[in-house]
């Protein structure tokens, strides 16, 4: 007799949900909002949610608090300007202060906490990824013996380049585009 064995795997994410939002999670529409959990009523005590808002390449995150009701002595909204709390804290909000921050990369991190005491109505915030506003032209003047309208030569040359670029870290991340032209000028453009 043939005996079968079934295993049913069940995965589960651990949520804090609250008016069907959850607290924290990844964030990576290009807007939209997010709320403290059960806003608009009173969010829990020792609640701790961690937001990740991450924006697509060359962008940056812009965050602006609508509205905020927090015990302002014990209850806290950071921000962080990059992926992690390791990461430069951008500011704090509590109590009914409203705040605009923008991250200088494409990752922002919030973490909202309270303690175990008063509780109220908590915050609202939008987000959007906008454009970065870096940009930075670099001019270089390139000499060699060989020709330069051979295409396998300026590949060559130009992957070159790049590569310099990148160990002096000036182009992490970005897209590069380039324009070469007749006189043997070519430019490097990080947008």
């Known amino acids: 007799m043939k005996q079968h064995l079934f295993i049913l795997l069940f995965f589960t994410e651990a949520w804090c949900f609250s008016g069907g939002a959850p607290c924290g999670g990844t964030l990576n529409q290009s807007r939209g909002e997010f709320f403290s959990p059960s806003y608009p009523n009173n969010y829990p005590d020792y609640a701790n949610c961690k937001w990740s ?3 697509g390449e060359l962008q940056v995150v812009s965050l602006n608090f609508m509205f905020v009701d927090l015990e302002s002595c014990c209850d806290f909204i950071h921000m962080y300007d990059g992926p992690t709390t390791q990461h430069s804290l951008l500011g704090s909000v509590t109590g009914n202060q409203r705040a605009t921050f923008n991250s200088s990369t494409r990752y922002m991190t919030v973490v909202f906490s309270t303690d175990g005491s008063v509780t109220q109505q908590g915050f609202r915030a939008e987000w959007a990824f906008k454009l970065s506003s870096k940009q930075q032209i670099i001019k270089m003047k390139i000499q060699s013996s060989q020709d330069l309208n051979d295409p396998a030569v300026n590949v060559a040359i130009l992957e070159k380049i ?7 870290g000036m182009v992490e991340g970005i897209k590069v585009k380039w324009r070469v032209q007749s006189d043997g000028e070519v430019f490097h453009e990080e947008k």
Request: glycine share 0%; aromatic share 0%; charged share 30%.
């Open 162 to 168: 790049k590569q310099n670029l990148e160990d002096n």
């Open 53 to 55: 808002l991450m924006a």
